[in-house]
């Protein structure tokens, strides 16, 4: 039976402060998450009632251990996640101050072990078959993975639903213009493009909201969609066809996670056939609701947590 969902890319653990508005050195107590982006989108899917598994790897340790452990609790399946002798799990730490101040602090040293994922080793019949394929662009910043990434893509060949979510994270790349052919080349092989106005514009060199969404349509997606913080989301595809809406009104104690939440609603939205208004209604409700809680992973809302957030017209 073919997956709802694979993502490939990041995993790690997710260390956040269980006080606010406090620095990372007066930070006394912390709680333990599941994190990485492709990880978290998964999760999210999941949560929605979706089959989903990742592709990705972990040091051989016991932070190694509690990921396996918790992507089988949010019943995400774990089979191709695989552990990396000699290199250690990723440890993520953040800052939160409230409503729009999180700094993150990525310990991905010597190596991140899911930048170590190998195209001899993945199983590109899962990746074919898979209703919905999701990759990521942290995924294009080193070898092996990068190779991997646009292997799983190119035999893919834009069956089912592809999405590149174009995750830009400077501290991975040297400059934008390193990554931009490898962000080109990407956007060949996928239907949809997601990802903030920093991100569409290190994959386009265009920042105008609408005109970063038609040069990805341009690109060769069928489906592009641009974040664009407290103006809302603006959703293009190829028909012609555009949603542009707002953000949910929300007390926000935590932004990171909402966009993965968002990611995971978008994968349910286009399975279930929605249009796009209410696709993206549902998937700004979806990150809202992360955003006003501490932890990424296990925050992941439920179907019944979006539809009341969407009927309220905020989250409560």
């Not at 340790?61 to 552990?83: C, I, Q």
């Not at 028909?239 to 609603?265: R, T």
Request: glycine share 10%; proline share 8%; charged share 20%.
């Amino acid at each position: 039976m073919a997956y709802d969902l694979i993502t490939m890319g990041r995993i790690g653990v997710d260390l956040y402060p269980l006080q606010t508005g406090v620095p990372l050195p007066q930070v006394t107590s912390f709680g333990k998450f599941l994190g990485g982006s492709a990880s978290n989108v998964a999760v999210a899917a999941a949560r929605l009632g979706r089959r989903a598994a990742v592709i990705t790897r972990t040091g051989d340790d016991p932070f190694g251990t509690y990921l396996h452990e918790a992507l089988k609790g949010f019943g995400v399946d774990d089979r191709w996640v695989t552990p990396v002798p000699g290199l250690p799990t990723p440890v993520t730490f953040c800052e939160v101050f409230p409503p729009d101040d999180f700094p993150l602090y990525f310990y991905r040293q010597p190596k991140a072990p899911d930048l170590e994922i190998d195209a001899h080793e993945l199983d590109l019949d899962a990746v074919r078959d898979a209703r919905v394929f999701w990759v990521t662009g942290t995924g294009l910043s080193e070898e092996p993975s990068r190779t991997a990434t646009l292997a799983a893509l190119a035999h893919r060949a834009k069956s089912g639903t592809t999405v590149f979510d174009l995750d830009w994270r400077p501290m991975f790349w040297t400059d934008p213009d390193a990554a931009r052919p490898f962000y080109t080349e990407a956007l060949r092989h996928t239907t949809v493009a997601v990802g903030n106005l920093d991100e569409v514009e290190v994959a386009t060199g265009v920042r105008e909201p609408h005109a970063a969404a038609r040069a990805l349509l341009d690109a060769g997606v069928e489906l592009a969609v641009v974040k664009q913080g407290p103006k809302g989301v603006l959703a293009v595809n190829s028909a012609g066809e555009s949603a542009e809406v707002p953000p949910l009104p929300v007390n926000v104690l935590n932004g990171l996670g909402a966009g993965d939440a968002f990611g995971g609603c978008l994968v349910h939205g286009l399975l279930a056939g929605w249009d796009l208004e209410k696709t993206m209604r549902h998937a700004n409700a979806a990150g809202a609701i992360v955003a006003s809680r501490l932890e990424c992973s296990s925050a992941m809302p439920t179907p019944a947590e979006i539809e009341a957030a969407v009927a309220a017209g905020a989250v409560q």
